[in-house]
């Protein structure tokens, strides 16, 4: 067990410096009415299932320490005493009528938490359009005046206060949309088209994941739900809006041109440029993005040049392929990328 | 034809003429071909077990390489492309090729051992079940060999296990795998549900009937009623990757969904013809230990009864995030809160039982005390994710892996181990260590919960399953370590397991014919078994044949041809004899036709050529063992008195 004993020191030495921060991510930390009325559902249901596992295990317990013992020579007590036999069976039966009643009980709390997920207030919600693919998500803001949609990925902004109603879709196989800190899960399903409603009332950065296997990459297909006070979230909105900006030092510009003359625009979108393709995530203002690869790493310069130029190998069988290009051609992507705020 | 030159008839006493004649019609002659045409009920069902013991070792293997590629962040021991082909042939190894093949494999072994009679029903099925089992695990395997494992999980969701984007011929060997084990899971339920139906000893009636003999039944049906959806589901899934049929094609109007419905309504109820053939285990265990008779009988079998019929009500509960209707998700936390009922019956039984008797603290019973705190857990973490709104939180997360691990492993494992050290005298003849099984149980009882527990709060904490890593800033990372640690002393306890068998089954301290004192039919006769079972078939007046004094009728059947396969067929109901029953003799047959099976069904992965006249080798074979046999029809035909 020595192998087994240094791990463990590693494990009690790692742990204090591992907390570095992200996203929240836990389901019993709601940070919105529904995440919190189903936490409040589990704080019920534990205690009820703690107290029969403590109180089957004590009478279990209990068997064990009072019962006389034997042994295989023993004889058999083949008919034992009608009488012991019937105040035996009215515990049993006191035991299984108490099961049922607390049964019963955590299925009416169960079907009430149910309602009160489905009776969110849905006034003046904000409508989103979520589009999950292999491995990340396309994510539309939508409106009725239709030039103030527009389209961001692997991030959901929302106001805090103000309910949200996501449309969920997918472009290829079954993926599921979860923010454990503000709902429970639900599919996106090919040909389906799903809808969740959920209320941020905390500002903060929550973490999306996909919990439904999607296939090689299921392990990185994250995307950041960050709520913000409503005047904030409009001035970003306001800014999605816009289309890219001019670049304005030089070397951002060539990175511009690579973009627009390589294989970059085959795949992406960058709004106020001629790249408009949907097969990627839409870049327009990727540089305000906290992190890449749908979560896999910080949006540093570097990550972003190294990802660049072999995708595959920070987040293999991603759909983007690895490319040949020099140094400094490399240096100029980054910097026109790094430009899009 | 006999050394009294007269018609041998059976009778009492193990040394008689007549056991010798029995011993001679019975047993298997030496050789390779007799090995492979054997039908014995004992044979065939070992080799269930040891198969099935095999590939449970390698799916262990496979859970293992899981935990150490997930002992820290970002580690990069496994690709993501092996890891989900290991986590799928871990689940698909566990759920087809051990979970119920072993639960199976017991049953044709004990069953007929259990209500007095000398063979199943239909041997030469159950034999021919067996290599057709062997052959699926082995295809499924070298595909996994050559880089071809399935891995689009064990419940193969289109449409990633479709054509589209379940490239190369992984999903194929997949889908192929579930023809093979659920061609077999169906021949081996007919097989045990007619042996237990229509060949009790005499005045073995229902009632009578041993509550493990019970549990079979019920999963031999539950099988074949649940099995044939998977069936048709994985077949349609072929059709659409080999014909391009459109059945999960939403764009050309096919479903998704539709998948998993077919899916879960068969994988449900496979979770319960897991678990209640280990329920049979521990109602047959617990009397014995408590030295007394089991408390509540008809309720237990009212209990099994109805777990085999709700269980078919509770898929709905592995799609609740999905958008099936809101009111139909309710209906199926109301089915899945109503099954923990007749569980909590058999508990409550079951702990009465313990309460009023005078305990044997023996290895099995260890294990069975260890099922009731591992199951308990994860059966109340069951009522956790049956709710509609817990379950969007921890459906698909490390808390359902949590869960299904401890009703898996307490349902099934812990009772699995009782059932091994409680009926392995009475199969080898010899006793497994008392020591190391102590040190078996204390050392799995503890790992499991260090392996398993801390699941619970990773999936709270926000883990989805089947990630092939995850970034340090999760702060996953020291619960998975534990997790890894917990997995060690696991691979400690099943090494012990393997040390105490591998040291005591042919040294170890030999059996008596009933070691345990218990009630039951099996230990009526020495260990190991003879091949013929009962020298004379017993005649039943009591749930407990062996600890009930005898009464004033018959002990047994006589009359019988010893120098012939012939047993009773009896009543459904009230086990009255009906007629006499010529049991089948060895064959290679039923071998060559598995052959031609494999060689079919493995044409198919690929071809579509390969499944149309793959077809021609099974049905030759097939005629072949049907073929009416002159010699043995004179045989029968020496048997009958005309009327």
Not at chain 1, 104 to 110: D, K, P, Q, R
Not at chain 1, 142 to 165: C, H, K, M, S, W
Not at chain 2, 233 to 257: S, W
Request: glycine share 8%; net charge neutral; hydrophobic share 50%.
């Amino acid at each position: 067990m020595s192998a087994a004993h240094r791990a463990w020191l590693a494990a009690v030495s790692i742990a204090p410096i591992g907390a570095i921060a992200s996203p929240a991510h836990d389901a019993l930390r709601a940070a919105g009415p529904q995440a919190a009325h189903i936490a409040d559902l589990w704080w019920l249901t534990l205690g009820v299932c703690a107290f029969v596992f403590v109180a089957v295990l004590a009478a279990l317990a209990w068997a064990l320490w009072r019962t006389p013992r034997s042994d295989a020579g023993t004889p058999a007590d083949a008919a034992p005493a009608p009488a012991a036999e019937k105040r035996i069976g009215r515990r049993v039966t006191v035991a299984v009528t108490i099961s049922s009643v607390l049964l019963i009980g955590l299925l009416i709390a169960s079907v009430m938490t149910d309602r009160a997920l489905a009776h969110l207030s849905l006034d003046d919600a904000l409508h989103v359009q979520v589009t999950a693919h292999q491995w990340w998500w396309t994510v539309t803001y939508d409106d009725r005046q239709p030039e103030r949609i527009f389209t961001t990925a692997n991030e959901l902004y929302v106001p805090v206060g103000r309910p949200v109603l996501v449309t969920l879709h997918s472009d290829d196989v079954i993926h599921s949309f979860w923010v454990p800190s503000l709902h429970g899960k639900k599919d996106l399903i090919p040909g389906r088209v799903a809808t969740i409603q959920f209320r941020a009332d905390q500002p903060g950065e929550y973490l999306g994941e996909c919990a439904e296997f999607c296939g090689l990459q299921h392990a990185f297909m994250a995307f950041d739900v960050v709520a913000l006070a409503p005047a904030q979230f409009e001035a970003w909105a306001d800014a999605h809006r816009k289309p890219a900006a001019e670049p304005e030092d030089a070397a951002a510009r060539r990175g511009r041109d690579l973009f627009l003359s390589g294989s970059c625009m085959l795949c992406h979108a960058i709004q106020g440029t001629s790249a408009n393709a949907h097969k990627a995530p839409d870049l327009t203002h990727f540089a305000s993005r906290a992190r890449i690869g749908a979560g896999r790493l910080p949006n540093t310069p570097a990550n972003l040049a190294a990802w660049i130029a072999d995708p595959q190998k920070i987040k293999p069988g991603v759909n983007m392929p690895a490319h040949l290009i020099p140094g400094d051609d490399l240096g100029a992507l980054v910097a026109y990328l790094g430009t899009l705020r | 034809m006999s050394v009294r030159g007269e018609v041998l008839r059976d009778g009492p006493g193990w040394d008689s003429p007549e056991a010798k004649a029995l011993e001679r019609t019975w047993r298997d002659k030496p050789g390779l071909v007799a090995w492979l045409s054997t039908v014995d009920h004992k044979r065939l069902g070992l080799r269930f077990i040891v198969t099935a013991l095999c590939f449970f070792g390698a799916a262990g293997v496979l859970g293992g390489l899981m935990r150490h590629q997930l002992w820290k962040p970002d580690n990069t021991l496994l690709g993501p492309d092996f890891y989900n082909q290991v986590f799928t042939m871990h689940g698909t190894t566990m759920m087809f090729l051990f979970a119920v093949p072993v639960m199976q494999g017991i049953a044709v072994y004990l069953v007929p051992l259990m209500i007095g009679t000398r063979n199943t029903a239909f041997p030469r099925m159950t034999a021919c079940a067996y290599w057709i089992y062997l052959i699926g695990g082995l295809t499924l395997f070298a595909g996994f060999a050559v880089n071809t494992g399935a891995d689009a999980g064990w419940f193969a969701y289109v449409p990633l296990a479709g054509p589209e984007y379940g490239i190369g011929k992984r999903a194929d060997f997949w889908n192929v795998l579930v023809n093979f084990t659920e061609a077999m899971g169906l021949m081996v339920a007919v097989d045990i549900a007619t042996v237990i139906l229509k060949m009790r000893a005499p005045g073995m009636s229902l009632r009578r009937m041993p509550l493990f003999v019970w549990a079979s039944l019920v999963t031999a049906f539950m099988i074949i009623f649940a099995m044939p959806t998977v069936m048709l589901g994985a077949n349609l899934v072929q059709l659409d990757r080999m014909l391009g049929t459109h059945f999960f094609n939403p764009a050309e109007g096919g479903d998704v969904i539709l998948w998993q419905h077919l899916f879960w309504f068969f994988g449900h109820p496979e979770v319960y013809f897991i678990f209640i053939p280990a329920l049979g285990f521990i109602s047959a265990i617990i009397p014995t230990f408590a030295r007394r008779p089991m408390f509540g009988h008809d309720a237990i079998v009212l209990s099994l009864l109805a777990t085999g019929f709700l269980s078919f009500g509770l898929w709905v509960h592995h799609m609740f995030a999905t958008n099936v209707p809101e009111l139909g998700k309710s209906f199926f936390t109301a089915m899945s809160f109503m099954i923990a009922i007749p569980s909590a019956v058999q508990i409550f039984c079951w702990i009465a039982t313990l309460w009023t008797g005078r305990l044997n603290l023996r290895t099995p019973l260890l294990f069975v005390l260890g099922f009731f705190f591992i199951l308990l857990v994860g059966g109340l973490t069951g009522i956790i994710v049956g709710s509609v709104p817990l379950d969007l939180q921890v459906h698909d997360t490390y808390f359902v892996v949590a869960h299904l691990h401890y009703v898996l492993i307490g349902g099934a494992i812990f009772p699995l181990f009782a059932a091994f050290y409680y009926w392995f005298p009475k199969i080898t003849g010899r006793m497994l260590s008392e020591r190391l099984g102590r040190w078996q149980f204390w050392l799995f009882f503890i790992g499991v919960n260090i392996c398993f527990f801390p699941m619970h709060q990773l999936g709270l904490e926000g883990m989805p399953r089947r990630i092939y890593t995850y970034a340090a800033e999760t702060g996953w990372g020291p619960l998975n370590m534990v997790s890894t640690l917990g997995q060690l002393i696991v691979d400690l306890s099943m090494l012990l397991f393997v040390l105490n068998v591998f040291l005591n089954f042919r040294h170890g301290e030999r059996a008596a014919d009933n070691p345990w004192g218990a009630p039951t039919l099996e230990w009526a006769m020495p260990s190991p078994p003879p091949p013929y079972n009962f020298v004379a078939l017993p005649v039943v007046a009591s749930r407990e044949p062996l600890w009930s004094r005898a009464t004033g009728g018959a002990t047994h059947v006589s009359g019988l041809a010893a120098e012939s396969r012939e047993g009773l067929v009896t009543t459904v109901l009230d086990a009255v004899p009906d007629v006499r029953y010529s049991y089948p003799s060895p064959g290679i047959w039923p071998f060559i036709a598995a052959l031609a099976v494999g060689f079919w069904l493995d044409w198919s992965i690929f071809s579509v050529q390969g499944a149309l006249w793959g077809m021609i080798p099974p049905a030759i074979a097939f005629i072949g063992w049907f073929w009416p046999r002159k010699k043995e029809t004179a045989e029968h035909l020496a048997l009958e008195k005309r009327p």
